[in-house]
């Protein structure tokens, strides 16, 4: 408390009467890059539970619909989705089979099937989502036959149709040696292996759909210290002759902040250390954007085809709640900014870092989980222009975030986090932070849309801008629950706002 009584005396007043000014100044152009994808915030799925995710023909799953119709509605182009995870290595496609999917778990309470049998009505999952673009994951894992490979890589093609962008072959194979394969096989192994397979996905493709064949994401490796001890690089695997047909369109690279594994420290300690803390981000995606500069050369847009905060599935109380939602903001844009091309945050049934429960399942009905509001924020900062760009803007502190958004050469937006954690059942008024921000002259004032709930332990009563996506209202449509709208009036060039800890905001300048 001391420290933010002193923030407020010192830094960034906001007082009116003897007003004392510490404005933050904004660059007035952006660097030169290329414009961000209005696509950014995109999904990925777990093959596993596409089908619940996406229903089928007789049931399509129109919250899940909504929910990504929403992202398009905002950026006017739909988020991509990919299917894959570590299911797709353990999916088997039978020619024969009747019903979509079978699921064999090993114990009834895992977050995975160990053996995941579908047939072609899986596919129907691809018609029920409406205007979609999709990456389907093909097993790279099963080793004994290729006419498996072949057969359901026709089925994709001849199925999914003209939504097909991208196939990947292969999740995470990295964690092969001792897993998938002998613990001595090599990343040289590898090369062999996928460049002989994709070559035998090309060929099957070719001959079963007319189009030309829409090549690979790849290579689908998790890279992270925390996760992962290894020595292959993603800098070595192209230096050894990887994909030597260049059938690769976009390099994907996997993410996650931490994984959910012993000794874990309490959960809203995490939150705040590893989530809700701008450094902690920066430190975390630093290898990602040495890595999209490293393999610039290779011609390929960097993407994170699987990425979310916590790995194995997440953990309640830290990646389920506002804060994760409010994490999901400030990564995006410093992403975004460094030049990843798209987010493709990974999604699964009952899953606890998931932005939406799609259906009822182990007594949890279907609902719109925090991070999806994180989605929601992001895509509305992009918005519809071609010609976005980021610039984060310094601040002091760990817990806070500020980034100014242009459209072509001109400000046009300014995003706010505070990520100081606030439990929704303090009692007391919620502390907040003072901003101020020099903006050009020419502005008068700035709608304000907040991302906010009751703390950064919220599981539910989140908002942005006023609006819940939330099922029980409109099937995760959006309905305006708080109004009015807001409006921040822009004085002597500087644009004051307050940001509740544990929130959000977004300025669009008028
Ligand atoms: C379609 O989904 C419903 C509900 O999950 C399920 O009962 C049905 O078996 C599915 N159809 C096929 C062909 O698998
Ligand atoms: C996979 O099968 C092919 C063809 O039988 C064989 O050449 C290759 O060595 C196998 N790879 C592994 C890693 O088992
Ligand atoms: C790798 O290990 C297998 C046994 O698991 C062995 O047959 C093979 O020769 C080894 N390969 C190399 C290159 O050491
Ligand atoms: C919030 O405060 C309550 C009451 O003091 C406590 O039981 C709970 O553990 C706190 N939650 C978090 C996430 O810190
Ligand atoms: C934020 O993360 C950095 C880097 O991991 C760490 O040094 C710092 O202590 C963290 N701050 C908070 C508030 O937990
Ligand atoms: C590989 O294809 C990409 C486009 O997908 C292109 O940018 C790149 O120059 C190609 N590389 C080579 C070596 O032809
Ligand atoms: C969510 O908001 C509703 C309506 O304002 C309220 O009745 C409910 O108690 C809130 N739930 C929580 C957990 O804050």
């Known amino acids: ?53 996406a229903g089928n023909k ?68 691809y018609d029920t989502l409406g205007d979609i673009k999709y990456l389907h994951g093909l097993n790279m894992n099963q080793n004994s036959s290729s006419q498996q490979l072949k057969d359901a890589a026709t089925e994709a093609c001849t199925s999914i149709g003209d939504k097909l962008h991208l196939f990947e072959l292969g999740n995470e194979f990295n964690f092969a040696p001792g897993k998938y394969r002998a613990a001595n096989y090599s990343l040289l192994d590898y090369v062999h292996e996928w460049d002989m397979k994709s070559a035998t996905v090309k060929k099957a493709v070719e001959k079963a759909c007319p189009e030309s064949f829409p090549g690979f ?54 939150l705040q250390r590893t989530l809700m803390n701008h450094t902690n981000i920066i430190q975390n995606l630093a290898p990602q954007i040495q890595r999209a500069k490293n393999l610039a050369y290779l011609g390929h847009p960097y993407t994170l085809g699987e990425l979310n905060s916590i790995a194995n599935q997440g953990r309640n109380g830290e990646t389920n709640v506002l804060g994760d939602a409010l994490w999901l903001v400030d990564f995006s844009l410093w992403a975004a900014e460094h030049g990843m091309r798209r987010l493709h945050f990974h999604q699964g049934l009952n899953y606890r870092y998931a932005s939406w429960q799609p259906m009822e399942s182990k007594g949890v009905a279907p609902t719109t989980r925090p991070p999806y509001y994180g989605q929601i924020m992001v895509a509305n900062a992009i918005g519809k222009s ?25 400000l046009s937006k300014l995003v706010v986090t505070n990520l100081r954690a606030f439990n929704q059942t303090t009692s007391g008024t919620r502390p907040h932070r003072a901003y101020s921000f020099h903006v050009p002259a020419r502005h008068c004032s700035a709608k304000v849309e907040r991302l906010i709930g009751p703390g950064s332990d919220a599981l539910v009563n989140i908002t942005f801008g006023g609006i819940s996506y939330d099922y029980a209202l409109r099937r995760g449509k959006p309905a305006l629950v708080h109004g009015p709208e807001e409006v921040a009036r822009v004085r002597d060039g500087v644009l004051a706002v307050e940001v509740p800890d544990s929130s959000a905001v977004l300025l669009t300048l008028d």
């Open 58 to 125: 007789s049931q399509p799953n129109t919250f899940s619909k909504n929910l990504l119709h929403n992202l398009k509605a905002i950026t006017g182009i739909a988020p991509k989705v990919r299917v894959g995870g570590t299911s797709q290595d353990h999916a088997t496609y039978f020619p024969n089979q009747e019903d979509n999917i079978h699921l064999i778990y090993e114990n009834p309470t895992d977050d995975q099937p160990i053996q995941i049998n579908y047939g072609p009505t899986y596919f129907e999952s």
């Open 1 to 53: 408390m001391l420290k933010v009584a002193t923030l407020l005396a010192t830094a960034m007043l906001l007082c009116p009467g003897e007003c004392n000014f510490h404005a933050t100044g904004i660059p007035s152009i952006p660097k030169d890059s290329s414009p961000i994808p209005n696509d950014l915030q995109s999904i990925s799925i777990e093959f596993a539970y596409f089908p619940d995710y």
């Open 217 to 270: 994401m790849a290579p689908s490796f998790v890279l992270i210290d925390k996760i992962v001890t290894t020595t292959w690089t993603a800098e070595e695997l192209f230096d050894l002759g990887y994909d030597a047909k260049n059938l690769t369109k976009e390099l994907s690279f996997h993410n996650y902040m931490g994984v959910n594994a012993p000794p874990l420290p309490p959960a809203a300690f995490d």
């Open 386 to 410: 071609k010609n976005t760009r980021i610039v984060n803007i310094p601040l002091a502190e760990d817990t806070e975030s500020a980034y100014a958004i242009y459209h072509g050469k001109r």
